[in-house]
């Protein structure tokens, strides 16, 4: 019995009160490697940002607890061991130079972000297209062709406001908003029967990714449509690009037509 929203993924006082769960069957290594995903993932996005500890005590104990007892498969240490550093240096002439540091948060390995990404979408596409007489739905059409992931911090930035807007009347075949409001998902498909869904997930309430699937050639028109990211470089190997946080009434990520 595969919990799609693992009890375990989200924090422990919503999953008492969730009044709904996708739970399909799955085999004992499908659902074992998905546990191991679902325990990184949430041990990270459960973090909060640098600058805004969590006002919630039970939300601050459980972020602590898990980021002390998982592994981040992204540095090889404790989550809460994993904050990265960096330090670069200009020079103005001969005679002055300056330096300055940077820290982020915890990082996810984009493997786990692109495989437990799939395992929602592909499930919840099974449950859009299944068919209670024949007893069976489908898998994705096409596979994932495109995806893009940000934590809060970055939800605003212009790729993500564009896919919104891109998105925003598509014809939804998911809308679900569960486990009070940490684990979100939507699937829509272009109207233009091109052979494209979209989909977002919210992962909680810190942690959003957004893709395409389904015919590539039509997908890949519409992410070349997308606007750049206007990246700053440092040096020859490092760049950086500002975030861009999210109002709540530019949030169309997650709205769905009537």
């Known amino acids: ?25 799955a085999c ?4 074992h490697e998905k546990s191991k995903l679902e325990c990184e993932v949430s041990a990270v996005t459960l973090q909060p940002d640098i600058a805004s500890p969590h006002n919630d005590a039970a939300l601050r ?36 130079s300056m330096t300055f540091g940077m820290v982020a948060p915890p990082r996810l390995r984009p493997k786990a972000i692109e495989m437990l990404a799939e395992m929602h979408v592909r499930a919840f596409f099974l449950l859009a297209t299944f068919d ?12 994932i062709v495109w995806h893009l992931w940000a ?45 494209v869904w979209s989909f977002a997930l919210e992962w909680n309430q810190n942690f959003r990714v957004i893709g395409l699937f389904g015919d590539k050639e039509c997908a890949t028109q519409l992410i070349s449509d997308l606007p750049d990211d206007r990246w700053i470089s440092l040096n020859n190997t490092d760049r950086i690009r ?11 990520l997650f709205r769905c037509s009537p």
């Open 1 to 25: 019995r595969e919990h799609v929203i693992g009890k375990h993924f989200v924090p422990s006082g919503a999953s008492k009160t969730m009044d709904w769960n996708l739970i399909l069957g």
């Open 132 to 143: 209670e007489l024949l007893g069976r739905g489908h898998g994705l059409p096409g596979g």
């Open 242 to 252: 500002a975030e861009v946080p999210l109002g709540d009434s530019e949030d169309l």
């Open 28 to 31: 004992w290594s499908c659902n």
């Open 151 to 195: 934590r809060r911090t970055d939800w605003g930035n212009e790729k993500f406001l564009a896919f919104a807007s891109l998105t925003r009347n598509w014809h939804a075949w998911v809308d679900r908003n569960a486990a009070e409001g940490y684990f979100k998902i939507v699937i829509k498909r272009e109207p233009a029967a091109k052979g």
């Open 61 to 96: 104990e459980l972020a602590d607890r898990k980021a002390a007892r998982t592994k981040s498969g992204a540095t090889g240490r404790m989550v809460r061991d994993s904050l990265e550093t960096a330090s670069y240096e200009f020079s103005f002439g001969q005679a002055l």
